[in-house]
């Protein structure tokens, strides 16, 4: 834990040096390259993101309401490692736009707990991974985080409240304290006492980002600070799924399931204790840097100057300090219960207890060079680097540590052409010595802007080959039964990629070859397939203009394996939405509509609660009707409200109408009944 202290003090002494430099700055005279203009600037000149001038804009900014008595706002972000800037959504016909939880997931029966796509996706992540997963979808990222650039003090709140009490809270406020530099703060609380026993979850996620560029911009920085925590119970299934059909309180609360003592729970929207489930935790901070070698020039109007550099030559330098823990326990553990249902004999060292844990530190530095050829577009760069990877790993329940490392090379080339017809991304990451020695992954695309008729097309292709999951090591404490044998996993992925806005028409193609793929076949066992196997995914997305008011959205995607590899997925899934919308009273916007999701008959993954797995079965065959939720979505200025009923489907005609005819994801789990959902999104500008 004394590293820990000593990365969260680390963290916020940047944070802190960072914010002394930016207030003791003197205001900059000239406008910053990466701020956007403002409205109301006396100038009809400004720079772009590259530090190219350009004239003003005469549309509107990012946000369409205005406080008439205010000066308006200019807001943009870009993601992490990304050149490329966007402007916030406001739009309201799609609830899982803003959900964490993308609508291609399903769960074990309630929001918080264990979730897999439906669509065929492995991890191609190389290098060290415990391997643990199912709680991603929720998770802040370093992939995910923004940095923002804005005029104003901005900030949203969030407020969702579901059946059960069941609710989400999240907030995040961001501001430039001086042109160059921008500070924000994210945080995002989830928690649902589920409807079964044993199934409350919560989630904590916490994220502080800073970015600073220096006046002559040849220093710039960027800091990011993540916390995410799942807590997730774990019930291990229904001990017997049919007695769904005669509940005598019509409350599927009143079922025992596999795991958690019988009778002792109780539902309360305040617990977030878990005394059976998983526990994991995550911290990492990132302080990215460089200085850059080039050109200083200005231009020189009748009201201002505006200074430009052109980067030519950069040191970069990334440290990343990381903590994890992974865990599950159950206090109250039912020895009879672990051998009817799950075949494994707990060990008798553990008494009623059956509790194990990884716990891990690193420390990461990365040196890059990088160039760019052309002074004109900095998004054309060339990046060849090497990192150092420390990590530190302790082990229950032995509390024996032990200590590793990985030296890799990196490369990078991309080219994002000044009229934004071409962008070339290339890059390779190839690891030397060390844990993971041999991991490499290569990936490189090509986008073409076709034409505004046209649309644009998108093609590329992905090759990793992966270490197996730190858990399935002979040093993990986690009760893999087989950890001996496996080999590297090679995925090539090739995708292709059709977006016609003009038409509404997005097409999306993914081919997968897989070679010595890695699964769970069982709660406690793992294997390896040895034979080639490919995987093809076909998707399209399209919006119907019905009439004036009436839209409908539809979403179709087809996956189909060759071979007899140990992967079931559905044929078909798809969404669709039948969508009344438009603009009333000036500042009113309406969508509502209903929402049909679907997804053929196929052999679902089941689950392990112990490793924290979906694994492969080919006995049991998932057979659902179709989801259905109405949905009301409203915006009036800043202020945006849904308002969902979801599982219409469970709808039983037989039984006096009730909301019983419950859908499966995973043997034994049943999806909630007919479950309502309430929420607001406000965003703010002081």
């Given at each position: ?61 990012s ?29 309201i ?101 589920g ?30 600070y ?36 019988a009778?002792?729970?109780?539902r309360?929207?305040f617990?977030?204790?878990?005394n059976?489930?998983?526990t ?77 844990k ?48 990985n ?49 644009s ?48 028409w997005k ?5 997968f ?36 008011h ?20 559905p ?95 995973v ?20």
């Amino acid at each position: 834990m004394q590293l820990k202290r000593i990365f969260y003090f680390f963290g916020f002494f940047i944070l802190s040096l960072i914010l002394v430099v930016s207030v003791s700055a003197q205001t900059p005279t000239s406008i910053n390259s990466n701020l956007l203009t403002r409205s109301g600037s006396s100038t009809g000149m400004t720079v772009d993101d590259r530090g190219r001038p350009i004239k003003k804009e005469s549309k509107s900014d990012s946000l369409q309401h205005r406080d008439a008595f205010a000066d308006s706002i200019t807001i943009y972000y870009r993601y992490f490692d990304s050149t490329r800037n966007r402007i916030i959504d406001s739009s309201i016909t799609d609830f899982y736009a803003r959900n964490p939880l993308a609508a291609n997931y399903h769960t074990l029966g309630n929001y918080g707990s264990a979730a897999q796509s439906y669509l065929f996706s492995p991890n191609q992540k190389i290098g060290f991974d415990e391997g643990l997963h199912q709680y991603d979808a929720y998770k802040f990222t370093l992939e995910n985080t923004k940095f923002y650039q804005t005029t104003r003090p901005y900030s949203e709140l969030v407020y969702l409240l579901g059946s059960k009490a069941e609710q989400l809270i999240s907030v995040l406020l961001t501001q430039n304290k001086k042109s160059n530099f921008n500070y924000a703060f994210e945080y995002r609380f989830s928690n649902t006492p589920g409807f079964l026993k044993t199934q409350n979850s919560s989630h904590n996620n916490f994220r502080i980002t800073t970015h600073y560029q220096s006046k002559n911009k040849k220093y710039e920085s960027f800091f990011i600070y993540l916390s995410n925590k799942a807590a997730s119970s774990e019930n291990g299934g229904l001990q017997n799924a049919k007695k769904l059909d005669s509940l005598s309180l019509n409350d599927p609360f009143e079922l025992e399931t596999r795991l958690g003592r019988a009778g002792s729970m109780s539902r309360n929207p305040f617990n977030t204790a878990i005394n059976t489930g998983n526990t994991y935790k995550e911290t990492t901070v990132l302080y990215k840097h460089h200085f850059d070698f080039g050109k200083l020039d200005s231009l020189v109007t009748d009201s201002i100057t505006i200074k430009i550099f052109y980067p030519r030559f950069r040191l970069e330098h990334t440290l990343k300090l990381g903590s994890s823990s992974y865990g599950f326990s159950d206090i109250s553990a039912d020895s009879t219960n672990y051998v009817k249902y799950f075949n494994y004999k707990l060990p008798k060292a553990f008494g009623d207890t059956f509790q194990y844990k990884d716990a891990w530190t690193e420390i990461n530095n990365e040196f890059s060079i990088i160039t760019f050829p052309d002074k004109n577009n900095q998004s054309q760069f060339l990046k060849a680097g090497i990192a150092l990877q420390n990590l530190s790993g302790l082990f229950d329940p032995l509390s024996t540590q032990h200590s590793f490392y990985n030296i890799y090379g990196l490369g990078e080339y991309r080219n994002r052409s000044r009229n934004q017809k071409w962008d070339i991304e290339a890059n390779g990451q190839l690891y030397l010595n060390g844990l993971n020695a041999g991991d490499y992954s290569a990936y490189i695309s090509m986008k073409s802007l076709l034409g505004k008729q046209i649309g644009s097309l998108n093609i590329g292709a992905q090759n990793t080959n992966k270490s197996p999951a730190f858990m399935l090591n002979t040093l993990s404490s986690y009760p893999v039964k087989n950890k001996i044998g496996f080999k590297k996993e090679n995925i090539f992925r090739f995708f292709l990629q059709y977006d016609n806005p003009k038409i509404g028409w997005k097409l999306n193609a993914e081919y997968f070859v897989v070679n010595n793929y890695v699964y769970f076949d069982s709660f406690f066992t793992a294997r390896q397939e040895a034979s080639l196997f490919n995987v093809l995914h076909i998707s399209a997305e399209k919006k119907l203009a019905v009439s004036r008011h009436w839209n409908f959205y539809t979403e179709i995607h087809m996956q189909q394996t060759t071979g007899d590899p140990p992967v079931n997925l559905p044929f078909l899934y798809t969404r669709n939405r039948i969508a009344f919308e438009g603009n009333f009273f000036t500042n009113l916007f309406i969508s509502t509509g209903l929402e049909l999701r679907y997804q053929t008959p196929y052999k679902a993954d089941g689950y392990s609660p112990f490793l924290g797995q979906f694994y492969y079965q080919n006995t049991q065959t998932i057979n659902n009707r179709p989801d259905i939720s109405a949905y009301l979505n409203f915006r009036i200025k800043s202020f945006k409200a849904f308002l969902r009923v979801e599982n219409l489907n469970t709808i039983n005609p037989s039984d006096g109408f009730k909301f019983n005819h419950h859908n499966f994801s995973v043997e034994q789990y049943p999806n909630p009944g007919m479950w309502v959902r309430f929420g607001v999104w406000w965003n703010f500008v002081n």
